[in-house]
């Protein structure tokens, strides 16, 4: 119930940010931030299964903030997909800047 509980919050919360998106009529909005928040949580949550069964065996080299790391990453290559320099302007850095702020809710609430 508690994982449930901890997807339900990343949603809700990268939804709340991407409201403001979907209001001012950008491409990503709530459905992409609230994903981007869920992804974010359920592989943080999926790395602290996968290291609890790996302490229960034994084996205590292994370090799950490294999934937190990639989903930095993952989240820097979609931002970057998402500026565009455009007729002398450049666009979308506050959409890209937005999901990494879903992202790290998602990460947050992932790791309770």
Excluded: C, H
């Amino acid at each position: 119930m508690e994982l449930f509980i901890r997807l339900t919050v990343a949603v809700v919360l990268g939804a709340a940010v991407g409201l403001e998106r979907s209001l001012a009529g950008k491409v990503a909005g709530m459905r992409t931030y609230a994903l981007v928040s869920l992804g974010s949580a359920l592989f943080v949550i999926i790395a602290q299964a996968v290291t609890d069964q790996y302490v229960a065996a034994g084996l205590r080299n292994f370090d799950p903030l490294r999934v937190a790391s990639q989903v930095v990453v993952g989240i820097g290559f979609l931002g970057t997909g998402l500026i565009v320099f455009k007729e002398r302007t450049l666009r979308g850095r506050t959409t890209a800047a937005g999901l990494w702020v879903a992202a790290g809710l998602g990460l947050a609430v992932g790791y309770g």
